[in-house]
């Protein structure tokens, strides 16, 4: 097959999605099939397209808005931008296209009403309900109800829907969609044979790392104040936060505040399969998620995951079996099942092993491209 993998995004960059598309290419081309992938930073003149299209637009947004809906007013400059330079795609030589997030959902479902093409989509965040509930946009404001059609839209255009977890039904079914239409897929990586499947490289201390972005949703600042209630049994604990991020500064400043000296801010990295062989326990307090690619890399790991009872984490995490899980927020718990691991070494191994054995039996580049490999060949 001939496929097209479309993203809204500058492609590659750092970050889970870019990350899948690169995964989800091999996977899909050591299975014998031609891909190719399609993005803004690929085409030539997008910067003055953008600027053209972004004139005319404002001056129309002006005019029937006002200057207060900025926010749908850059959306729609992306996505005419994307649509202008897509549009002169052929895209008659695909079998397959298939959109990685909804803006080219919602691009390629137009587009193809010409080619006729299996249209897949898999959306790696809901765009609507994400910002509702951030309380980014008024759940009853006209940008609201503009970013809930667009998302509707790129649930209409598609004939089948990828999902990461099952955690996204729900929110899709309220946007139209059908369970026969969705397909879980639970994300794959590729295993890096360099690496020694060990924990802990360094036996004088435990060591504890989370590795994500530094936003508000991923939760660090309620690991500080987790580890501050067990301040008393850190003495031999390094906790590394690997990753960076808007919030970095506050967080290096609740952690002075709570004194936690042995917390370590390392930044982002680009030697993460190392560090993880460094480490006993991984965690990630999240708040909101949907199938973090950390995770799946500590799992591949062999260690044991402190997380959280968000999107499809309970998925993969089931609690007491490949790792431990808590209300996001609760403070109290997450610093109970912490100490717990801290103090149990046998119990950090048993959880590890089974988080192993998990994720190289269902967590593979090779999986996760053969299952959507059977739903293209279906489709066509």
Same mark, same amino acid.
């Given at each position: 097959?001939?496929?097209?993998?479309?993203?809204?995004?500058?492609?590659?960059?750092?970050?889970?999605?870019?990350?899948?598309?690169?995964?989800?290419?091999?996977?899909?081309?050591?299975?014998?099939?031609?891909?190719?992938?399609?993005?803004?930073?690929?085409?030539?003149?997008?910067?003055?397209?953008?600027?053209?299209?972004?004139?005319?637009?404002?001056?129309?947004?002006?005019?029937?808005?006002?200057?207060?809906?900025?926010?749908?007013?850059?959306?729609?400059?992306?996505?005419?931008?994307?649509?202008?330079?897509?549009?002169?795609?052929?895209?008659?030589?695909?079998?397959?296209?298939?959109?990685?997030?909804?803006?080219?959902?919602?691009?390629?479902?137009?587009?193809?009403?010409?080619?006729?093409?299996?249209?897949?989509?898999?959306?790696?965040?809901?765009?609507?309900?994400?910002?509702?509930?951030?309380?980014?946009?008024?759940?009853?404001?006209?940008?609201?109800?503009?970013?809930?059609?667009?998302?509707?839209?790129?649930?209409?255009?598609?004939?089948?829907? +990828? =999902?990461?977890?099952?955690?996204? %039904? &729900?929110? *899709?079914? @309220?946007?139209?969609? $059908?369970?026969?239409?969705?397909?879980? #897929?639970?994300?794959?990586?590729?295993?890096?044979?360099?690496?020694?499947?060990?924990?802990?490289?360094?036996?004088?201390?435990?060591?504890?790392?989370?590795?994500?972005?530094?936003?508000?949703?991923?939760?660090?600042?309620?690991?500080?104040?987790?580890?501050?209630?067990?301040?008393?049994?850190?003495?031999?604990?390094?906790?590394? +936060? =690997?990753?960076?991020?808007?919030? %970095? &500064?506050? *967080?290096? @400043?609740?952690?002075? $505040?709570?004194?936690?000296?042995?917390? #370590?801010?390392?930044?982002?990295?680009?030697?993460?399969?190392?560090?993880?062989?460094?480490?006993?326990?991984?965690?990630?307090?999240?708040?909101?998620?949907?199938?973090?690619?950390?995770?799946?890399?500590?799992?591949?790991?062999?260690?044991?995951?402190?997380?959280?009872?968000?999107?499809?984490?309970?998925?993969?995490?089931?609690?007491?079996?490949?790792?431990?899980?808590?209300?996001?927020?609760?403070?109290?718990?997450?610093?109970?099942?912490?100490?717990?691991?801290?103090?149990?070494?046998?119990?950090?191994?048993?959880?590890?092993?089974?988080?192993?054995?998990?994720?190289?039996?269902?967590?593979?580049?090779?999986?996760?491209?053969?299952?959507?490999?059977?739903?293209?060949?279906?489709?066509?």
């Amino acid at each position: 097959m001939r496929i097209l993998l479309t993203t809204f995004w500058n492609y590659p960059h750092v970050g889970g999605l870019s990350n899948y598309i690169t995964n989800l290419k091999h996977g899909l081309e050591n299975r014998g099939h031609v891909v190719e992938i399609t993005c803004p930073n690929e085409f030539d003149g997008y910067v003055n397209t953008k600027n053209n299209i972004s004139d005319y637009l404002w001056k129309f947004y002006q005019q029937r808005y006002g200057k207060d809906k900025k926010k749908f007013f850059q959306l729609d400059v992306n996505f005419y931008t994307y649509l202008t330079h897509l549009s002169q795609q052929n895209l008659e030589g695909y079998d397959i296209l298939h959109a990685q997030d909804l803006a080219t959902a919602y691009i390629l479902g137009m587009l193809n009403e010409h080619y006729e093409k299996p249209l897949l989509y898999t959306p790696h965040g809901i765009l609507s309900l994400t910002r509702i509930k951030f309380k980014e946009v008024d759940k009853d404001s006209l940008s609201a109800r503009y970013f809930i059609e667009i998302d509707k839209r790129a649930v209409q255009y598609a004939d089948k829907i +990828i =999902i990461l977890s099952d955690h996204f %039904r &729900e929110p *899709l079914k @309220q946007l139209g969609a $059908h369970d026969s239409k969705m397909l879980t #897929v639970h994300t794959g990586i590729e295993e890096n044979e360099e690496i020694e499947y060990t924990k802990g490289a360094n036996r004088h201390q435990t060591i504890i790392s989370c590795i994500a972005r530094l936003t508000q949703r991923k939760g660090h600042h309620i690991l500080l104040e987790a580890l501050n209630m067990i301040k008393e049994h850190l003495d031999h604990v390094e906790i590394r +936060i =690997i990753g960076d991020g808007k919030t %970095r &500064e506050d *967080l290096e @400043q609740q952690a002075q $505040h709570l004194r936690l000296s042995n917390v #370590v801010f390392l930044g982002s990295r680009d030697d993460i399969p190392q560090l993880l062989k460094e480490t006993d326990i991984f965690v990630l307090p999240t708040i909101n998620d949907s199938l973090p690619i950390s995770i799946i890399e500590a799992m591949h790991m062999g260690l044991p995951i402190v997380s959280s009872y968000v999107g499809g984490i309970p998925e993969l995490i089931h609690h007491q079996k490949e790792g431990l899980l808590s209300t996001p927020g609760d403070i109290e718990t997450l610093s109970k099942h912490l100490l717990l691991l801290i103090q149990n070494p046998s119990l950090r191994n048993e959880l590890g092993e089974n988080a192993r054995k998990f994720a190289q039996a269902e967590l593979t580049v090779n999986e996760m491209s053969r299952k959507i490999e059977q739903e293209y060949q279906s489709l066509l």
